[in-house]
């Protein structure tokens, strides 16, 4: 068995030899194995790989030199297994660079033979051609740009409406049928022509065919995925997401099992897009006896809860502390609202623990309930800041309020309700006060570290100096200001902020962040709630219909 991770790899030449080919792209659990071998900068991709031939006990690999970690996982590897050759792949798919690739496969077939003690069968190379699978004829995803995982791509199927076509650069295999002519060299030749024939990656220099990839009109959505610290994609993203007459959804993750877990609110976020919640199945049954219509934002920190009158009228609110258990929460929220669960006729539960909200009739992500919830707070609001207690997030909205895109922080607590929370047990003091003392400052300090733990000790070495506490806290908020300021991006003009989410209540962070973007943010009454309200807003709709 023979592994192999890019769609420019022969596997057909493999299989001419009778050995079997195992694509190698399962995220990993962890990177101890990899890790030892590389560094902890290593690109996790290559690190994964790494872990997967390990775990897997692969002892014979064909790599593509696509970039330098692959060569660096050559160079790892080469020592260790019984087989490993590095294929050295032209950017081109000239002739010149045909005849270059045709030179290394058969490098490739003589080496590999004198490895697996078996001879070149032409009846099994061309057996191995694969028919090629023309586009869906119904509507579909496209999951396009670096390789992406295998969980990754199981759970994208299962969050879409729609199926989803692998596109990524591993995905979109396809080397065209050759006819059985002429002696090994020339069949190679063609071979090579063949396999450099295929939709060029971003790798290659001649990239323009890429600029039709999305323009079958079945393709209904992007998902771009792109692996930390790898460049390759982002430039391609941009491109894709300005020329794009679809939504897309960048997401970058870490090759890690865990990056993939958090993938579930930013994939049902961008399913959402593409079904209002007429196609969300109801969770639990309507009550008629009910007169008010919930929306329930169960998030890491605290629950929030808004409930309209059949009028349309705001009947309730409040915001507790979640505590350990979601659904515990969310009943501790509707008691003190002053509510009894038997007087809500339907419920819609948004946030992390919006699946764990038994008694609510459906759940909607926080992404599609803050965009709701801010565009009734404000008709001109066409990007929402919410930082919540454990993530922080941008929406755009579209002129009809529905969602355009967004971008999430969730991985690292930087930037967060839970940093300023942690920072304001380091000063003893409360939240509260950290929310207001920032604002007169002698001395612009600033805090160097984005990590929470780092930050911490700066800021205890800040005291250890006798540095004012609110000298410490203006640098603070101007840390979370610019971790906002990289999610949010680029900006124009005639953009309408809107602020949610509890750390929308700290003036101190909020006058941080209008001085970097250069523009005033709105704050309406109650950010917090924004969730709740959008997700009531979709109870009121749907309780109703
Ligand atoms: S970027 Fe290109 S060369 Fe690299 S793995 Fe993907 S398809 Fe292969």
Known sequence: MTGYTCKYTPIELISAFSE?????????????????????????????????????????????????????????????????????LPHDDNECAVQRLAAQLERLAGEYSSFCGKTFSRTAFFDAFEDEKGLSDEKYIAVAGARAGEQFLKTAQARMPFKTVDMTCSGNRHVGQIPDEGDFSALMLMYARSILSQMPCMRMTGISA?????????????????VKFCDYYDFDFQRVAKASRIPVLKIETDFTTQAAGQLSTRFEGFSEGFSSSGQKKETAARNPSGSLYAGIDSGSTTTN?????????????????????????????????????????????????????????????????????????????????????????????????????????????????????????????????????????????????????????????LIAENVSIPDIIHALNKSVAAKT???????????????????ANNLGVVSEIEKLVGKPVLIPEHPELCGALGAALFALEKGQA
């Open 210 to 226: 890429r600029e039709n990839m999305f323009n079958d009109e079945n393709c209904a959505g992007i998902i771009y995925h792109t």
């Open 485 to 503: 300021k990289s999610l949010l991006g680029k900006l124009e003009q005639e953009n309408t902020l809107i602020m949610t989410g509890g750390v």
């Open 20 to 88: 079997k080919c195992v694509f190698l792209g399962e995220e990993a659990e962890n990177f101890e194995y990899s890790q030892a071998l590389t560094h902890s900068n290593f690109c996790t991709h290559a690190k994964a790989l790494i872990e997967e031939v390990h775990r897997k006990n692969i002892r014979s690999l064909v790599l593509v030199n696509c970039c330098d970690s692959v060569r660096r996982v050559y160079d790892v590897l080469k020592g260790s297994l019984d087989f490993v050759f590095l294929l050295d």
């Open 305 to 461: 809860f808004v409930a309209f009158d059949k009028n349309g009228k705001i009947a309730a609110s409040s915001v507790v502390r979640t505590g350990a258990n979601a659904a515990a929460g969310a009943q501790k929220a509707i008691e003190a609202a002053g509510i009894d669960s038997s007087e809500l006729a339907y419920t819609v539960a948004t946030g992390y623990g919006r699946k764990n909200i038994t008694l609510a009739n459906e759940s909607i992500t926080e992404i599609t309930c803050h965009a709701k919830g801010a565009r009734f707070l404000n008709a001109d609001a066409d990007t929402i800041i919410d930082i919540g207690g454990q993530d922080s997030k941008i929406i755009r909205l579209n002129p009809d309020g529905s969602v355009k895109g967004f971008s999430m922080n969730d991985k690292c607590a930087a930037g967060t309700g839970r940093f300023l929370e942690n920072m304001a047990k380091v000063l003893e003091i409360s939240i509260d006060e950290m929310a207001i003392r920032g604002i007169k400052y002698d001395n612009d300090l600033t805090i160097s570290s984005m990590c929470t733990v780092f930050a911490e000790s700066e800021v205890v070495s």
